[in-house]
């Protein structure tokens, strides 16, 4: 039997964490803001991720109900993740974190190389 017990947040922050928490989950949700990805292609455009961290982060992006996974009836099956409707309305907070970072950047001296490696 499932648990039913609702979650109880501190704060509205809490809640947020609880949904897109975790080092690579912003990062996947920043390439799914952009369009939908094949597990292939997203596992190229985050090389730093491993490849069980990036299935297990997309796992709970997809139980939090901010990303859609689709199988392919295809042999071998192909598997696309995209942001659900409530995901996009993330989109506005991704975008704002990525300019946020770009300034990071710049004032650290760090470089952003921003590759669609998934296309390479």
Known sequence: MADTKPFIFNCP???A???IGGKW???ILWHLSQREYRFGELRRAIPRATEKVLIEQLRQLERSGVVSREVTGTVPPAVTYSLT??????KQAIFSVSEWGLLHAEKIGAQILIVDRARD
């Open 25 to 27: 989950k912003p990062v």
């Open 85 to 90: 409707e409530h995901g996009h309305t993330l």
């Open 17 to 19: 964490l609880e949904a």
């Open 13 to 15: 922050v809490e809640a």
